[in-house]
Structure formats: C-alpha cells, structure tokens
C-alpha cells in the first residue's frame, strides 16, 4: 500500500494490466447491453443454448473433480499442512467464521430458492409424472444436489488455493498465485494478469447474478406488503441503487467493522425465520424428510453427480443445474478469496470439513423447513395455488408461504430486510475481493478503490437486468464459468505439486536427522537449569543482541567465503535476529530467533507473591524457519551451540533440496507478516 508521507493519505494501489482489461471489458458490456436490450437479450439466449449443450459435460466434471480433489487432500496426511505458518491461530471464532462464510456464500440463494425449487420440480420434474409422491421426493433430492456438497466443494477449492499460497508460502492473495508451482514467476507476468482478470469479471458476474435475484426478491416483497409498490424492473433498478449506496458505507468500514458485523446479524435474522417456520410448520414432518433426504441424496450423489440427461435431452439441465453450478463458479473467485482471508491459521482439514459439512448441513436443514412446509401445505392441506403462484413468479415464493403461517406481515417485513443485508453483504464483500484482486493481491487499499467496485457491481447487475432480467443473469454466470473452471483444474494441479514438495520437506526434517540436535549434547546443569528458568524482558532481549546475532555474524563469514549469498540481520525494535541463505531458484534457508512472551505458570517460583493485575510475564527466544514457529527456545545456549543449531537446520534445508530433484524449483517472497507481523508482537 502506498502512503502519502506528508498527507497520511493512501495513494492507489491498482495493477494497471489487471484493472483497466476489467473494467474496460465491464463497461463494453454494460453500454452495449442498455443501448440495445433487445438484441443483448437475444445474443444472451444463443450463447446460454451453446454452452449447455457443448459444454455441459465439462461442467459437471469439472465440479465432480472439485469435489473429489478437496476432500482427498482433506484426508491425506497433508491434511494436517496449516494455512499459515505452523504456529499460526485462527482469526476468527468458529461461529464468526461460518457466519461470515455463510453470508458470502448463498444467503441470498436460500431465500429465493428454498421454496420456490422444490415447488417447481414438484410441479415440474425432470422426469416421471408431476404433483405425486415420487415428484416431491425427487423435488428434495435434486434441491439437496443442487445446495449441496458439490457447491461448496467449488468455493472449498478455491479458497483452500489462495489460503495456502498466501499464507503458507508469501505469495499474493490473489488467484494467480496457484500457478506458480506450473509457470513459476510468469504468474507476475501477462499469464497471471490475464487469470486475474478472469477471476475478476467472473466475480462480477456473479454478484451481478446474486443481486438480480436479490433485488426481484425484494421487490415481490415490497408489493406484497405495499401493494401500491408494483413489481418491475424500474422499482428493481431503483432499489439496486439504494442498497448499493448503503454498501458503499459498509465497504468502507472494512472487513472487521462492516463485513462481520453484518454477517453475524445476517446469521441470527435466518436463524429466526428458520426457527418460527420449524415451530409453527409441520415440526415432526420436517425432522423425518430431514433424515430420509439426507440419506436418500447420500445414496444417489454419483448417479446425479454424471447425469447429464444424455437420453432424455431438455432445457431443464441448463435452467438448473448447469446454472447454479456455473453460478457457483462465477461466484468462487469472491468467495473463495474472502473464505480465504478468514481462514488464516486453519488446517487444510479443519478448513475442507468445515467449508463443506457445516453450511451443507445448515442449508440441508433450510430446505427441509421451507421446501417440505411448502409441500406439506399443497399435498396434505391442499393449498395448491402456491404452484401457480410460483409459476408465475419464483421471488414471491417465500412471502405466499407465510401466508399459511402467523404474524405473515411481521415475519416478510424481516425478510424483506434480511435480503437487504445479505445484498448489502454481498455487495460489500466482493467490492473488497475484486479490488484485491485488481491491487495484485493488497490487503490494504484506499477508499475510493472499494467504492468504485461496489458502483460498478450495482451499474452491472442494473444493465443485465434491463437486457433480460433472470436470462441474462445465468448466461453470463455460466459463461464466466467455463474459463475459471479451466483456471480452477490448472491451480489445483499446482496445488498437488506444491503438496508433494511439502512432503518432501517432511521426509527431509523427520527421516534424515537422527539426532536431537545440540539441546541434547548439553550438560546436565544447563539442560535442568533452562527448564527452570522463567528469564524477563531484559534478560532475552541482551541474549539475542549479545548472543545469538553475533554467533549468526560467524555462520555468514564462513557462509560467504563460500560464495554464497547470505544475509544477516538484526531488529533491534522487535528483538529478533536471523540468518537467511538465498539460492537461486530454490527455496530460501531462514533460520530466524525472535523473542516471544508468555504467562508465568502458577508452580514457576511459588515462594513469590502473584501481581494482583495480572500474570507476570517471561520471555523466551524461540526459533522460527520458513515454515513458521519450531517450539523450542534456545535462551541461555553459548554461542556455540547456537553455530551447532544453525548447522543442525541448515543441514536439514540441504537434505531436502537433495531429496526434491526435478520438481519445479520453489522460490517465493518471505509474506509480510512472517517479518513484521502479530507472530513476533510481545
């Protein structure tokens, strides 16, 4: 991020090659469509007919390989890997986490389609008669495919791609990092700037997509509890400007501030539609379709996972399947990259199970409580105008089911204001994505920039809408789709290299050292003594400055009669010192000291009275390589054994550039935070 030293202000950070493709493809988009509806519209159905056709096969392979690819890793012994380095924390609590993960996901998904899909598919089925027993089954079930694993498989991988590129390796939190392991440091070049861009107008495209539904929704809402409200696409293109405008607000506060705190909300306000409609629906019915469609959806994953209808040729596999799985991604750049940077200091196991069983369980349960109320009331209570209704008008799906139910105009009111903050969310999150993306993977970025994206979202959405409202919206969702498939397949190849080269690293740091290194070699005395020994502030901050920097000094004299490039340094603000040995396309060696504080534990020094305000605190000078923290101190150590450690590591480095030949050197930037970061904060 660039600063102003005078002003304090924050100069842009746009990656010219990324930004000016985007927007430039964005706005010819955007003028072409409002200066001809009519032939945009047109062009939208042609191409939406030709990539279900020719390309539907590809799409449905691609998720199903997502899927498999993710929980393979998830499983395996590199489940165990963290995003981040080895002694990072996660962020973010669980429930923040999937509250935040859940809003960027599919909020706005659940409400426009959790009664209005299996209305449909009961009344319409892809196969076999409709309005029957066997349709309202098979109405659950491909609602169930539809919501469920396969969808958060897509945003699994890819934010488990950039988590692990950005936090584990230093690269740039932005899509063309995945890359490296297979083009190296052309991904910095027009390649990586090009999957950029993609993953840019794929981003939005699906927001585009989201908040055409959202606002459709909102406006059957309006009409239904303000019928002088019409619905159309005026009062639709209104209300994208309103609610963009409050995006705007909520951007710029930021992740910490507006993102999560509108999550949080957005999670509590569903639980509560969810919990009134559970109690005051058919409460036991719902608990037994719950279990028998989870089951019934467990039992036919593959066969729906490959089925394309090759006998049975129709337009339903592209109004629905093709479209939700395109849609998802479209949308998987956004939210896998905001999955991403909520998910530093995970495993990769924690992260696949939790991405993909807690929200698939969650959504499994909404459907069960709106899509089976909705059937409950049409096949046993014979409210079967909610067919017709549907029909007629998918977004008002939700607000005629409330009919049926109590406080009917309090608990749409809520609805109505849930969409909103979910679009709001939505909105927000994926300006702060897209403008990552667009800054070369920054964290940090001005205002302005924010602003720009979440207008420019609101602008797209409106002329898509004007085209060709819902129509429109899935072709450019399915087209965005098909080149970010093609990256996705690329990245996680990338991945698997970067896995085994991981392994390798492992192998070397377990297998190839049989000793314990010079804390074992030390006498008795001084082993028992450092045990013992809760040493302060001044104590560990002399040692590294008297101690260890100058034994680092010694390794880099030897180092560099070798010709070698070595580098050795000393913060003194932080107390830290390190050693770093920079071969040419290969891994760097960092052998790093840093001073970290802890709590005195109870049983150190009982004959000592406890601070009233508070534990008292010691220090200790752990060691740190790339990989992150190695949890062991080595305060008190002689020089020496501080030379013998170095070596001990050093040693293990080499080993593992022996044991690695023929795989893709792997050079990258030590990450920011790995030097300046909460890790070394005291």
Do not use: C
Request: charge should be negative.
């Amino acid at each position: 991020m660039a600063t102003d030293a005078a002003s304090g202000v924050k100069k842009s950070t746009i990656l010219i090659p990324v930004f000016f493709p985007a927007v430039i493809v964005t706005l010819l988009l955007v003028i072409g469509t409002i200066s001809n509806p009519e032939l945009a519209g047109r062009a939208f159905d042609q191409t939406l007919s030709y990539l279900t056709v020719n390309f539907g096969w590809f799409y449905m392979l691609a998720v199903a390989f997502f899927l498999v690819f993710i929980v393979a890793l998830a499983v395996s012994p590199w489940g165990r890997i963290k995003l981040g380095p080895d002694h990072a924390l996660p962020q973010y609590s669980f429930p923040a986490w999937f509250a935040m993960l859940f809003s960027a996901g599919y909020g706005i998904a659940l409400l426009f389609f959790g009664v209005a899909e299996p209305v449909l598919h009961y009344s319409t089925p892809p196969q076999g008669a409709p309005e029957t027993i066997d349709a309202a089954k098979q109405a659950m079930q491909i609602a169930f495919f539809h919501w469920g694993f396969h969808i958060w498989g897509i945003y699994g991988l890819t934010g488990l791609l950039l988590a692990y590129f950005a936090f584990r390796h230093g690269l740039p939190l932005s899509m063309r990092s995945a890359l490296y392991p297979i083009i190296g440091e052309r991904i910095h070049g027009p390649i990586g700037h090009t999957v950029d861009v993609v993953a840019i107008l794929g981003t939005l495209f699906g927001i585009a997509t989201t908040l055409g539904l959202s606002v459709a929704q909102i406006n059957a809402g309006m009409n239904y509890l303000w019928s002088s409200i019409p619905v159309s696409t005026t009062v639709q293109v209104i209300t994208i400007a309103f609610i963009t405008g409050l995006a705007i607000f909520s951007v710029v506060a930021g992740m910490d501030k507006g993102v999560k705190r509108l999550s949080i909300l957005n999670m509590v306000l569903a639980v509560a539609l969810m919990s009134f409609v559970f109690i005051m629906g058919p409460t036991v019915n719902i608990l037994e379709a719950f279990l028998q469609n989870t089951g019934s959806y467990l039992n036919n994953i593959v066969e729906r996972t490959f089925n394309l209808q090759a006998y049975s040729r129709s337009d339903w596999i592209g109004n629905w399947t093709l479209f939700i799985f395109g849609w998802t991604i479209a949308w998987a750049p956004f939210v896998g990259l905001f999955i991403a940077k909520i998910s530093r200091g995970r495993t990769i196991r924690q992260f696949v199970f939790g991405v993909l069983l807690v929200p698939t369980i969650f959504t499994f349960m909404w459907f069960s409580i709106f899509g089976d109320t909705a059937l409950h009331l049409i096949m046993n209570e014979g409210y079967t105008a909610l067919i017709s209704e549907v029909q007629n008008d998918t977004a008002i799906a939700l607000f005629k089911l409330y009919e049926q139910l109590p406080l009917t105009s309090i608990v749409s009111f809520i609805t109505v204001i849930l969409i909103m903050t979910f679009f709001v969310t939505s909105s927000d999150s994926g300006s702060l994505v897209i403008d990552s993306l667009a800054s070369g993977g920054a964290s940090q970025t001005p205002v302005w920039q924010r602003v720009f994206w979440a207008s420019l979202e609101g602008l797209l959405a409106a002329a898509l809408l004007i085209a060709g409202g819902l129509g429109a919206l899935q072709t450019m969702s399915i087209t965005s789709a098909l080149p970010f498939s093609i990256i996705l397949i690329l990245s996680a190849i990338g991945m698997w290299r970067a896995l085994i080269i991981e392994g390798h690293r492992e192998v070397s740091l377990q297998a190839h050292m049989q000793s314990a290194g010079p804390a074992s070699k030390r006498g008795w005395r001084q082993r028992l003594s450092g045990l013992i020994d809760y040493p302060g502030y001044d104590e560990v901050a002399g040692f590294i400055t008297n101690n260890v920097h100058p034994a680092m000094r010694y390794v880099e004299e030897v180092i560099k009669e070798k010709g070698w490039p070595v580098v050795v340094a000393h913060d003194e603000t932080h107390h830290r010192a390190y050693i770093e040995v920079v071969l040419k396309d290969q891994l760097d060696f960092i052998y790093d000291i840093r001073m970290r504080a802890y709590a005195r534990p109870s049983f150190a020094y009982p004959e000592r009275p406890r601070d009233p305000d508070g534990d008292e605190r010691y220090y200790r000078a752990e060691v740190f390589l790339r990989r992150g923290g190695q949890q062991y101190n080595v305060y008190g150590y002689e020089e020496e054994e501080i030379i013998e450690d170095i070596l001990h590591q050093f040693e293990k480095y080499l080993h593992f550039l022996h044991i690695s030949p023929g795989i893709l050197p792997w050079k990258m930037q030590e990450h920011d935070d790995m030097l300046n970061g909460e890790e070394q904060k005291t």
